[in-house]
């Protein structure tokens, strides 16, 4: 099913040249018109974020959904998705920047800085009515803040926990362990392999969603093989806007 000249997408590592025996392997054909969207909004990324909202956060029309990371591939993708459902939706991402995209390209209803020293504060303020689905893509002290506002029957998908990735032994405890029980609250992680069903079905709605201007998609793109060692370090910092991608040719 392969032909020299075909685009492949694969899981082989940062390298110059792979041999691979197929396993694994998805042939994008001779000319795909983005190939690198199934690295971001067709791919992995794209995917998480269909099968995280829809199939586990389950927003309804009118409801509010408060995204994690709002500026990065997978939380654009979630708020973006979640507007089209009908629903209200809040961004959390770091930086004035990165707020700004949010709401200006993304038409998030409003996005608050987490490094604002009035986060709490400006989260209340854009939650007036309480939260109902909250992607959750980071973890820590955000959490906790966020599950203060959630409703009752509130709604978790658990896609990452990107502040606790590099502990060094001081991991942030949840104080707020008792509002599970106190609003019957619903907290659950996902893994995107077990969800291979409805790959074709996201595939194909975000593909007319990008085609149809509904959805907005950025990436950022690192030069050359040597680039790629710090591309993945400041994506773990939060310095890219967007899929991190690193272009190797």
Not at 134 to 158: H, K, S, W
Request: hydrophobic share 40%.
């Amino acid at each position: 099913g392969f032909e020299a000249g075909d685009y492949v997408l694969s899981r082989s590592g940062w390298q110059d040249f792979a041999i691979s025996d197929g396993a694994e392997v998805t042939n994008l054909g001779k000319d795909p018109k983005n190939p690198s969207w199934s690295l971001g909004i067709l791919g992995m990324p794209g995917y998480t974020a269909y099968a995280g909202l829809l199939h586990i956060g389950e927003p309804k029309p009118g409801e509010t959904v408060v995204v994690a990371a709002a500026s990065g591939p997978v939380g654009a993708t979630v708020g973006q998705i979640a507007k089209i459902k009908g629903c209200r939706v809040v961004g959390i991402a770091g930086g004035a920047e990165k707020c700004a995209h949010v709401v200006k390209t993304l038409g998030f209803d409003a996005c608050i800085d987490h490094k604002a020293d009035d986060f709490v504060e400006q989260l209340k303020a854009a939650c007036a009515d309480g939260i109902d689905v909250y992607f959750e893509n980071v973890g820590g002290e955000i959490l906790d803040t966020v599950m203060g506002q959630c409703n009752r029957l509130a709604r978790i998908p658990v896609c990452g926990v990107l502040s606790r990735y590099n502990d060094a032994g001081d991991a942030y405890g949840n104080k707020n362990m008792h509002l599970f029980f106190d609003k019957s609250l619903k907290m659950e992680g996902f893994v995107l392999s077990h969800h291979k069903e409805i790959w074709p079905q996201a595939r194909a709605e975000l593909e007319d969603m990008v085609a149809d201007g509904r959805m907005k998609y950025r990436e950022t793109v690192a030069d050359g093989i040597a680039a790629a060692p710090n591309a993945f370090i400041g994506m773990l910092q939060g310095k890219n806007l967007g899929k991190q991608l690193v272009k190797l040719a």
